[in-house]
């Protein structure tokens, strides 16, 4: 797999094509969904060549996955196998309460765990190791693949669901946890629970060198990404992946801010929102994934809606494979326009975080309407006495970043909600 993670981008290329191929012999007439969207777009994979002719095969949008659900309850006609073949369910988080569920067989299951091997290496975790997995084990993907491979790999696994913040802690430390699997929110509640606890927990003097951190776009947020570090004295490693997609990209050692895209398991490609055409590394736009082994339950040159900067060169660490410079940017659906400016919750997240008084936030857009506003509610760590004036600072520092006006309220510790997976901090009403 290492050579794999070295390969030319010409010998990638041919790599990608053949897995391509086959999977796209290995889907159609067998998988209704994508067989429909082959046929209606005239694709034939005979005479395809990478990448010249990826732009034939049609895009896929979340909301296609959706509707050919509703339309054929429970799963869709998206599986390629017979259902009696699936073996694990997954669904996607969602505040509609419309998720999307997900199916997978034990081949296709096994492909997932084999990508988040790749997360592992890439963050020193090898053998030896102890990794504390603080997520619910509910029905959301989360690290379930994390944890399998892990133990996989040889490396301990101790699963943390269930347990209060405070019994995680003292596991954390009972177990000498080397490595912490968990979302960049909740590593930074767990660091606010410690610091509370009598006498306050010092999380810098446990055994935790590095926290993996998914869920969220927080770990390539530099100021969260500071946050967690200084908390816990031990280094961040980004990584993101989607329940219908699967583990795409991680963060190496030797380059923190960048994604390695997984290019042996994944086509990325980065396309302008608007038209759907490809644009230049280093200009931002949608991220585009055609996964490669997952053929039960596949998805083709699939809309992510990640806003991401892609950079082709080879990265210090010796890999080839793309990078995301600054990891997922932000989500093409949660942009706001707000009195004729576009805002994004990872840039009032930059600017937050960088305040180490706060220990907690909020923001609020209100209804739709020419004169759409944004409000940011904060909770100031227990010893800030001059609250007025870290509500001044905040503010200014957001119409610095934003170009907006923002009013910033300081709150009474504790009355904001807490998170142990995706955080909901950007609220829109209406």
Known sequence: ???????????????????????????????????????????????????????????????????????????????????????????????????????????????????????????????????????????????????????????????????????????????GATCICCTPTYALRLAEVAAAESPPRRLVDNRVRVLIVAGEPGGSIAATRERIEQAWGARVVDHHGLTEVGPVSFECWEAPGFLHVNEGEFICEVVDPATGQAVADGRSGELVVTNLGRTASPVIRYRTGDIVVRRSEPCVCGRTWARLEGGILARADDMINIRGVNVFPTAIESVVRAFSDIVEFRSTVSRPGAMRSLTVEVEAAPHVADRAALATRVSQQLREALGLTVPVHVLEPGTLPRFEMKARRFLVEG
């Open 1 to 175: 797999m290492l050579s794999l993670e070295r390969l030319g981008r010409d010998e990638l290329w041919a790599w990608q094509w053949r897995r391509l191929s086959a999977l796209l012999v290995a889907i159609h007439g067998r998988n209704p969904f994508y067989t429909r969207k082959l046929d209606a777009a005239c694709v034939r994979v005979d005479a395809m060549r990478l990448p010249d002719d990826l732009a034939a095969l049609p895009m896929t949008t979340k909301r296609e996955l959706v509707e050919d659900q509703d339309a054929s309850p429970p799963w869709g006609t998206t599986l390629t196998e017979p259902i009696e073949r699936y073996t694990r369910y997954w669904q996607t988080s969602s505040t509609t309460g419309h998720p999307l569920r997900w199916l997978d067989t034990n081949e296709s299951w096994q492909w997932t765990v084999d990508c988040w091997k790749a997360v592992f290496r890439a963050a020193r975790v090898a053998p030896g190791d102890r990794v504390f997995f603080a997520f619910s084990f509910g029905p959301f993907l989360g690290f379930w693949a994390g944890f399998e491979a892990a133990g996989q790999m040889g490396v301990q696994c101790i699963p943390g669901g269930g347990m209060s913040s405070h019994l995680r802690l003292a596991t954390i430390d009972g177990v």
